[in-house]
């Protein structure tokens, strides 16, 4: 099966409708998801931002929260915003890194739910732990082999990977032709060039 | 007929598809177009922009084009990147104030065909004066009048009110019950919104 790269942020709002929705739009069309956790802080950063741009600039900020809970509402996504945007996500996606296959694509689509949809803090040890537990990965493990210098190095590693692929933001969709494509808007899109072997 | 504001920057790429299909697709739906032309400029000025984010930003630029080009493409539209980016685009702007109905729009159009479908540069008299008889309209009363100090005036006043409403990037599409739609990507969502009467 041809194989689409997904590459999101835990902190990355429009990265939650994308995980919620792309397991089941891939699979109707035969396409494999590589879900590819990464941190855009330091990427944001080379551009000379210290915060997200929804909160540097208000405009823009005000429009995304209102964009997302329309979408939210087209999908049937529950949504909740959270009190604290953007969220600490490194955690996150350390843990995400120790796991694999369908249990990391379980545990990041519950952590988004539980951010986006329920309006939870998702930076802490506790919460993550829970979320762990609740998409069925062992949270003793995963936490444990989160915080190893492999771990930490390999996180690092994706960053750069995303940097030198072009990526600025999240989510990105890598197709196996080497075309990107940005933003949950371009899911369907990413899936159909991904499926068509283009 | 419920009418959709179509915010519109000539030097914007996104709002070339946008212009090109917007005719069309309002009329399959029963919307009405406002063809509300304003400067991106002053606003991005307002963010610390002194420049196009497509090249302060080069990731996001690089990316930009390529996605332009396959939405030309999915669209049937012709592409070709001007060697210029971004254009000056306020006398096309004044002289689009001074026509109104379907003569702005048919302007309108010509405009960002030549540019972004012919690599025109759209600054001068001359090729304006051109795209003006191509479009139609009487190049001679236009061009006068785009320069008085009323339309210099109105176009300040578009984008102040831009600006007031919220618009941070073109093309923009605001609904007659007050919602924000940002992007080609979202003419579909603002024009179903609008001939539902939400």
């Given at each position: 099966?041809?194989?689409?790269?997904?590459?999101?942020?835990?902190?990355?709002?429009?990265?939650?409708?994308?995980?919620?929705?792309?397991?089941?739009?891939a699979?109707?069309?035969?396409?494999?998801?590589?879900?590819?956790?990464?941190?855009?802080?330091?990427?944001?950063?080379?551009?000379?931002?210290?915060?997200?741009?929804?909160?540097?600039?208000?405009?823009?900020?005000?429009?995304?929260?209102?964009d997302?809970?329309?979408?939210?509402?087209?999908?049937?996504?529950?949504?909740?915003?959270?009190?604290?945007?953007?969220?600490?996500?490194?955690?996150?996606?350390?843990?995400?890194?120790?796991?694999?296959?369908?249990?990391?694509?379980?545990?990041?689509?519950?952590?988004?739910?539980?951010?986006?949809?329920?309006?939870?803090?998702i930076?802490?040890?506790?919460v993550?732990?829970r979320?762990?537990?609740?998409?069925?990965?062992?949270?003793?493990?995963?936490?444990?082999?989160?915080?190893?210098?492999?771990?930490?190095?390999?996180?690092?590693?994706?960053?750069?990977?995303?940097?030198?692929?072009?990526?600025?933001?999240?989510?990105?969709?890598?197709?196996?032709?080497?075309?990107?494509?940005?933003?949950?808007?371009?899911?369907?899109?990413?899936?159909?060039?991904?499926?068509?072997?283009?």
């Open positions: 099966m041809p194989k689409l790269q997904f590459w999101y942020e835990f902190a990355s709002t429009y990265s939650y409708p994308a995980a919620m929705r792309i397991g089941e739009a699979a109707r069309r035969g396409v494999e998801v590589d879900w590819r956790p990464f941190l855009l802080g330091p990427i944001f950063a080379d551009q000379g931002w210290r915060d997200s741009p929804f909160n540097i600039y208000p405009a823009k900020g005000a429009y995304m929260w209102r997302l809970e329309r979408i939210c509402e087209a999908y049937g996504l529950p949504f909740r915003r959270p009190a604290l945007f953007p969220q600490r996500s490194v955690s996150a996606a350390r843990i995400a890194l120790v796991l694999s296959g369908d249990e990391r694509a379980a545990f990041s689509r519950r952590v988004y739910a539980a951010q986006f949809g329920e309006g939870a803090n930076a802490g040890a506790a993550l732990g979320l762990l537990s609740e998409s069925g990965a062992d949270p003793a493990g995963a936490s444990a082999g989160a915080e190893s210098d492999e771990v930490r190095a390999a996180l690092r590693e994706a960053t750069d990977e995303a940097r030198r692929l072009g990526i600025f933001g999240a989510p990105s969709f890598l197709t196996p032709g080497g075309e990107l494509f940005w933003g949950d808007d371009r899911l369907d899109q990413a899936l159909d060039w991904t499926a068509s072997g283009r």
